[in-house]
């Protein structure tokens, strides 16, 4: 399927990073992220096929210029806003 | 639920490009590749991403030379694929 | 909807508090259950569990047949396993020999055995890495500073739908005498994924 993240076979991408001994979380928030996703996905809010899909849906330049967890983050947001649990406005609000 | 391939049967991958959420990757669409290993059966995650109720179906490992996949290479790429998006090869990936 | 995306870290720390308010606020997430379950799922997932599992397995040849024939239920049998929280997946572990190496990438997002090892590397999420090993992986370690025998040959192991992979690295020469707790020292979390030989 041609969306941005089937990236198989593509090229053009630049050397690979290697950090080591990298720590599971770059950030606070990235930590957060993933445990608040762990939390909706247990209690069935959306399911991981939906998680992925909100993912592909980002813009291609978006989603190239995100870092994992900004992925995530943008998949939660979506989500909630899509199943109707909290409006565009609360979401994005201040 | 019954499943069409065994280990060792040769398969060929759909060419459809749909417009939702799929998981055969493009590098793999209409490839001849080998089955290795049924995984399980699984809902396809095609309908399962969008709250389309679907019956769990055989998802199977098949093995992929990566000639057949990239015109180079002489290493192996597996893919695990739902066997909505297989159907059997006619004959070797020599005819086409 | 996205405008604050790529803003500062700071900004997007904010962003991520304001949910969280909103969704205890709801009802939904309680901060301090997310805490625990985080700390209790990095206490159990990492790499040292998938080193334990082969060094295991490099020890012990029927633990090691067990393993490769169905390794979720070999795991429990060292206190592990592919589950504890979300569903349980399906692991596969693909055994490296004198004649085959196996390398583990999940090109359309980053699939990865995360119940037995913890989040996975950002080389690995990253689109270099997802979209050229499945084309050249010999370029791919290569870069990782490793060169597998010409006559060696590389599977590719693309998880792209509920299983999961990971590498029982070769043991190294030259080991014999060591106990399991030290053979465990010496696998790396990149020979678990293939990129190095161990």
Redesign the interface.
């Known amino acids: 399927m041609s969306r941005i993240n089937d990236v198989g076979g593509m090229q053009g991408f630049p050397p690979i990073e290697h950090e080591l001994d990298e720590p599971p979380f770059h950030a606070d928030w990235e930590a957060h992220v993933f445990a608040l996703n762990r939390a909706l996905l247990g209690q069935g809010v959306y399911n991981l096929d939906e998680f992925r899909d909100a993912i592909e849906r980002m813009p291609p330049e978006e989603y190239l210029a995100s870092s994992y967890y900004e992925k995530w983050f943008h998949a939660v947001t979506t989500l909630l806003v899509e199943k109707g649990i909290c409006s565009a406005t609360e979401i994005h609000g201040g | 639920m019954a499943e069409l391939f065994a280990a060792g049967d040769d398969v060929r991958t759909t060419r459809v490009?749909?417009s939702?959420?799929?998981?055969?990757?493009?590098?793999?669409r209409g490839a001849v590749g080998t089955v290795l290993e049924l995984?399980?059966s699984?809902r396809l995650?095609d309908d399962?991403?969008?709250?389309i109720p679907a019956e769990p179906e055989p998802?199977y490992?098949v093995?992929f030379q990566?000639q057949e996949?990239?015109g180079s290479?002489?290493?192996?790429?597996?893919?695990?694929?739902?066997e909505s998006h297989l159907a059997p090869a006619k004959g070797t990936s020599d005819e086409r | 909807m996205s405008d604050d995306h790529h803003g500062s870290a700071a900004a997007i720390a904010a962003h991520v508090r304001h949910v969280e308010a909103l969704l205890e606020e709801r009802g939904l997430v309680d901060p301090t259950e997310l805490d625990r379950a985080l700390v209790a799922f990095l206490a159990r997932s990492s790499p040292a569990g998938g080193a334990r599992v082969v060094a295991r397995a490099w020890s012990d040849n029927a633990f090691r047949e067990r393993l490769l024939d169905d390794a979720n239920a070999a795991l429990p049998e060292m206190g592990m396993s592919m589950g504890g929280g979300l569903q349980e997946q399906r692991l596969n572990v693909v055994a490296n020999t004198d004649t085959a190496h196996n390398v583990v990438v999940c090109t359309l997002c980053s699939c990865y055995p995360i119940a037995l090892l913890g989040p996975s590397p950002t080389w690995y999420k990253s689109e270099a890495y997802r979209s050229r090993v499945v084309r050249d992986p010999r370029g791919v370690l290569l870069e990782f500073g490793f060169e597998p025998d010409p006559d060696v040959e590389i599977t590719v192991w693309d998880a792209s739908a509920e299983s999961r992979y990971m590498v029982l690295p070769r043991r190294p020469t030259g080991t014999d005498g060591l106990d399991e707790k030290h053979l465990a020292e010496l696998v790396t979390r990149n020979g678990l994924l293939g990129v190095a030989a161990v």
């Open positions: 490009d749909p939702h959420h799929c998981r055969l990757p493009r590098y793999a995984q399980g699984y995650a399962s991403a969008r709250g998802v490992t093995r990566a996949l990239f290479g002489n290493h192996v790429v597996t893919v695990d694929i739902w």
